[in-house]
């Protein structure tokens, strides 16, 4: 037996972005057999987190993942769906309004800023550093500074003790920009990985001072300055065991004609601001428009380089969620477009 900790791990109320929460609960149990099952469900005062009135501010935690947590002695980080006191989904449970569809497949590629002081990381004060080009998978100090290096190593070896599928990691377009990608199969699994690998680099940057920018135009719309950066998405990598395993032109055409019928649908869960980044530039399409093509990184859905050669298999790459965006409704509207598709 040993004082296990678990830490509670949540999303607040807060719009158009719900912020990640936590608190530590201490149970008695054997580290090596602890399961999810293990964990029982446990409440938090809605009131301070715009998920109550105050008079009857009581929400429940529903356990739904399970992390080895090794940044701290016998430590789970556990994973949580928000409840109403009546067992029902709370209207910010995002998680709980996700298809079920165990065949499906995601990669999130998550981009973001490392801000320390209220800059990009290596930004000088009030300036600017020198133009992109060289700090995409850049190296050297001038490059990628002192402390970013360090954070992105501790955040992948977190997440792999945890269990997290890290799938690679870049420094990206901007200086201070970086990505990571963390892939799981089944409608949440990745989703849930996705706000868990967010959670552990936010505590890795208290230590350094640095927070985690996710918004998607940072620089543009917080700085003002004469040069244009990049900004941040989440390409959301996609498939189902259909389009895997059956796929064909007749069917793809169906489905990018579905998602081209649901685009604002798409466009409201996709992350705020968008517009900003989706513009045409960079590497993007226009907010408005929606395309797809082979290898092109500037159409809203790519297939990637072999999909066509194998017979219109495969997975592919919507690239409109920005990086501010829950991936749990990213991956519900997701299914729920394709669940729209007959696949017979
Ligand atoms: P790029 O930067 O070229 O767009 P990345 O290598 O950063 O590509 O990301 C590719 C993503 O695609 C990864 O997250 C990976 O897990 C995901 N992926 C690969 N195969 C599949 C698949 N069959 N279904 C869903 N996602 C997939
Ligand atoms: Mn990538
Ligand atoms: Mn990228
Ligand atoms: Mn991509």
């Known amino acids: 037996m040993a004082r296990i900790k678990l830490e509670y791990i949540w999303l607040d109320g807060y719009t158009p972005v719900a912020s ?23 409440g938090f005062d809605g009131s301070s987190t715009q998920q109550a009135e105050g008079k009857s501010s009581d929400c429940l935690l529903k356990p739904v993942a ?19 006191p009546n067992g029902e989904p709370h209207p910010s449970n995002t998680r709980a309004t996700i298809p079920d569809d165990p065949g499906a497949w995601f990669g999130f590629e998550q981009e973001y800023f490392l801000y ?18 060289p700090y995409y998978t850049g190296v050297g100090y001038k490059n990628v500074g002192s402390i970013a290096r360090k954070i992105v190593e ?19 377009v901007a200086k201070g920009q970086w990505e990571y990608q963390i892939f799981g199969k089944g409608s949440k699994s990745a989703a849930d990985q996705m706000w868990v690998a967010r959670y552990i680099m936010a505590r890795i940057g ?13 620089i543009l719309g917080r700085y003002n300055q004469p ?50 980044r989706l513009t045409g530039l960079h590497e993007t399409q226009s907010i408005d428009k929606f395309n797809y093509a082979l290898s092109d990184r500037g159409a809203s859905v790519r297939m990637p380089v072999n999909f066509i050669k194998n017979g219109y298999r495969g997975y592919l790459e919507d690239r409109r969620p920005n990086s501010a965006a829950d991936p749990y409704l990213v991956a519900g509207r997701i299914l729920k ?5 007959p696949t017979t």
């Open 66 to 84: 399970l992390f080895p947590d090794i940044t701290r002695k016998n430590a789970f980080l556990v994973m949580n769906e928000v409840l109403l």
């Open 227 to 276: 040069l244009d950066w990049n900004g941040s998405g989440m390409h959301t990598n996609f498939s189902t065991a259909y389009l895997r395993d059956v796929g064909g032109k007749k069917y793809f055409e169906a489905l990018m004609a579905a998602f081209a019928k649901h685009i604002d649908e798409h466009i409201a869960v996709y992350g705020p601001d968008n517009h900003l």
């Open 116 to 133: 320390k002081d209220g800059a990009p990381l290596g930004f000088p004060v009030g300036g600017f550093p020198s133009p992109q080009g």
């Open 20 to 42: 990640l929460r936590s608190k530590t609960k201490i149970v008695d149990g054997d580290v090596a057999t602890f399961t999810l099952a293990d964990a029982p469900v446990w």
């Open 206 to 218: 208290e230590q350094y001072g640095v927070d985690v920018e996710l918004h998607c135009k940072p």
């Open 337 to 341: 477009t394709t669940q729209t598709v």
């Open 154 to 172: 501790e955040h992948i070896d977190i997440c792999i003790a945890a269990g997290i599928n890290i799938e690679g990691i870049n420094a990206e």
